[in-house]
């Protein structure tokens, strides 16, 4: 029999690839570890090993046998698996399976994106006011109606007064000495300057030769007259506001910012801002001025900046919405927002020790800064270059809390006072794979920066309506000045609040419903303290800026209409489109128009 090359090739690796797979199934060796890799075993006191889940690093058992939470194999625990009531072991295989992901802090100036309400206003500088220098009376008004525009020079009535005729004699009389006593003819001339007579009205006197009975007023600058407080035949007094001109070429954008935007505000920072009258176009300025001083009620503080307005596009009080790009002085350390678990007083990150063969991570409890972004500052607590986990920190915390470990819910370590919050129960395979699928989603939900924080749950967007129905019938009582039934509504929300809770939800969501429920708590409570219904209007207005944001935020089931008063510079949620004013029903009740609908 013929053997060809090609059948003695192909024999030949058959043949090695059988001696290949015996040596991976027998390894080789009779005397072969069944645990190999785990040459330094965690035993007993009594020297038994001691086994543990490569998914779940907090279970320990006595011997070989299923996992508890998940019904993964257990495997022999390593003595090289330092830990203590701050630090836990987790295998590459457990991290892989939980999608655990560090990233290093890092040192950088904090940049911020400051989104602030505004209205044009007038330039205060550059309004002009005609006064009547002396006493007279009104005649051939001009300019007769409010919003007209005018020239420098423009005539905008004329004026008798019998000191005028007085002061025009002695002109003339002063102009035949002149030659002869300069100074007295001096001094005539200056009191019409001082009267704010042009030079050419002053020689129009001497040319003629005569008193002239009624002298014109004429506009000192260009613009729009602002104010007119006069009529044909009126008597004025000396300092008499006459006409108010204002020069619109340049003018204020008045922003409100909040007291948490402070330490991003500073002057000279750029601000862009449209209007909703052309929302296609922006507007560039400079922040020039940042009051001193809070407003009381609206616990905000105002940013002025001066904008050119040449073509005259832009009115006194339009409406307009203006964004900062803000960027800090110094450099601070900062890490994701997702790798910070906030619990009020009590801000916690997980490290990696990246020092360690096998995966090792320690809680570290910090100081929060501002939230810049996606991104927290740290004031204490961190290193750069530490390596903190931004994915997954809230399964690492599950296993801290299961090991009786200091973690989010567990202040005292040790003690056996581990919270339910996180308990898995007695979980399966099936429902460890449902678990792990629903806690990945919420991670990648609360990560999606489109406005919406889509980490809730339908259960706590029900319970949060119940919240809202409270509010909005405190706002229809609010209408109609009803003290008790502001109370009622507004005792039923603090109530609801305090059923909801603060651990409701998980990653973005849950940091950011953590300062939600914070300020909700503060706002009814400033309301339910107040004696004074105009006292209770302000907390209410304070209480709406949160829930707006919330209900954006959380996609609340149902439909509310944000509203907006131009005049009181304020916002409110409502059931129904139809404006009715809870902050000025009896002056102003349907002041207001419908900024959107929210469904």
């Known amino acids: ?4 090359k090609t059948q003695l090739l192909t024999g030949a690796g058959l043949l090695i690839t059988g001696l290949l797979l015996g040596w991976l199934i027998f390894g080789g060796s009779h005397d072969h570890d069944p645990h190999a890799g785990h040459d330094h075993e965690v035993t007993t006191e009594n020297g038994e090993e001691v086994w543990t889940c490569s998914m779940h690093p907090s279970v320990r058992e006595d011997g070989p046998g299923s996992c508890p939470i998940c019904g993964m194999d257990l495997i022999p625990a390593s003595s090289e698996e330092r830990e203590d009531d701050y630090s836990m072991v987790m295998t590459e295989a457990s991290m892989q399976l939980a999608n655990i992901q560090a990233t290093p802090v890092i040192r950088e100036r904090p940049k911020r994106e400051l989104h602030l309400p505004g209205r044009v206003e007038i330039d205060e500088r550059r309004i002009s006011y005609v006064t009547a220098h002396f006493a007279g009376r009104i005649q051939d008004v001009e300019i007769n109606f409010t919003g007209a525009p005018i020239r420098e020079g423009d005539v905008m009535a004329t004026i008798y007064s019998p000191e005028l005729v007085s002061a025009q004699r002695e ?45 014109e007023i004429l506009s000192p600058v260009d613009g729009f007259v602002m104010k007119r407080n006069v009529v044909d035949e009126q008597h004025v007094t000396e300092g008499s506001v006459i006409y108010e001109v204002a020069n619109l070429d340049q003018l204020w954008v008045t922003f409100d910012a909040y007291e948490e935007d ?15 009258s052309n929302p296609g176009s922006s507007y560039t300025a400079s922040v020039d001025y940042i009051d001193p001083t809070f407003n009381p009620q609206k616990r905000t503080i105002r940013v002025r900046a001066d904008v050119e307005n040449a073509d005259h596009t832009l009115r006194p009080e339009m409406i307009v919405r203006g964004v900062i790009q803000s960027e800090m002085q110094e450099e601070k350390l900062l890490v994701p927002a997702s790798a910070v678990l906030w619990t009020g007083p009590r801000s916690l990150v997980y490290v990696k020790d990246t020092s360690a063969d096998t995966p090792r991570f320690e809680v570290k409890e910090v100081e929060l800064g501002s939230r810049t972004g996606d991104y927290y500052i740290i004031e204490e607590g961190l290193e750069s270059g530490q390596e903190v986990v931004f994915n997954g920190a809230f399964r690492i915390d599950s296993e801290f809390q299961l090991a009786d470990r200091f973690s989010m819910m567990n202040r005292e370590p040790g003690t056996g006072a581990v919270p339910g919050g996180h308990d898995h129960g ?34 706590f967007r029900e319970d949060f309506k119940v919240l809202l129905t409270h509010y909005l019938d405190g706002k229809e009582a609010l209408f109609e000045s009803d003290m008790d039934g502001v109370s009622t509504a507004f005792q039923q929300a603090a109530e609801e609040l305090e059923s909801i809770g603060l651990h409701r939800m998980q990653g973005d969501a849950h940091m950011r419903w953590m300062e939600q429920y914070e300020a909700i708590e503060g706002h009814l409570n400033h309301i339910l303290e107040a004696e004074d219904m105009e006292v209770r209007r302000e907390g209410f207005a304070l209480l709406s800026h949160v829930l707006i944001e919330a209900v954006n ?47």
């Open 1 to 4: 029999m013929n053997i060809t």
């Open 171 to 215: 002109l003339l009389e002063a102009v035949k000495v002149k030659d002869r006593n300069p100074g007295l003819y001096e001094s005539a001339v200056r009191k019409f300057r001082l009267w704010e007579f042009t030079d050419e009205q002053i020689q129009e006197i001497v040319d003629r030769g005569e008193v002239m009975r009624n002298m």
């Open 262 to 276: 402070m330490g991003w505000l500073q002057e000279g920072s750029e601000i862009e801002f449209r209007s909703r």
């Open 426 to 459: 007695q979980m399966g395979g099936d429902d460890m794979d449902d678990h792990d699928e629903m806690e990945t989603q919420q991670e990648t939900d609360a990560h999606d920066h489109t406005g919406a924080i889509d980490g809730a749950t339908d259960d």
């Open 553 to 599: 935020n959380y996609g609340i089931p149902g439909m509310v209409y944000h509203q907006y008063c131009p005049m009181e510079d304020a916002n409110w949620l409502s059931r129904d489109e139809q404006i009715e004013n809870p902050y000025a029903p009896d002056t102003m009740p349907s002041c207001g128009e419908v900024i959107e609908r929210i469904e």
